[in-house]
């Protein structure tokens, strides 16, 4: 399994909150969810650098790329999320 920032994943990627860089920049996500061992999956990234949708705790999240620069996943690996 490899570590990224929630940012760099792609649509259907699948991962668990690691590491939060910079709680106060991303309190609101954390306040609704995205705290550490939480599984997020990403369903959609907008083009242009745009918002990110993600799942987390049964909740569909609008997320700014710029937020989710500051937390890193560990990605399951595709036999995982075949599994």
């Known amino acids: 399994m490899s570590v990224k920032k929630l940012c760099d994943l792609k649509p259907d990627e699948i991962g668990i909150i690691e590491r939060v860089d910079t709680p106060e920049e991303v309190m609101a996500l954390v306040q609704m969810g995205c705290c550490l061992g939480s599984e997020v999956e990403v369903k959609h990234v907008a083009p242009l650098n745009g918002p990110m949708a993600i799942c987390t705790c ?7 790329k710029e937020a989710a620069a500051h937390l890193w996943v560990r990605v399951a690996s595709e036999q995982t999320q075949l599994a």
Do not use: D, E, P
Not at 58 to 64: E, H, N
């Open 58 to 64: 049964g909740r569909i999240l609008a997320v700014r």
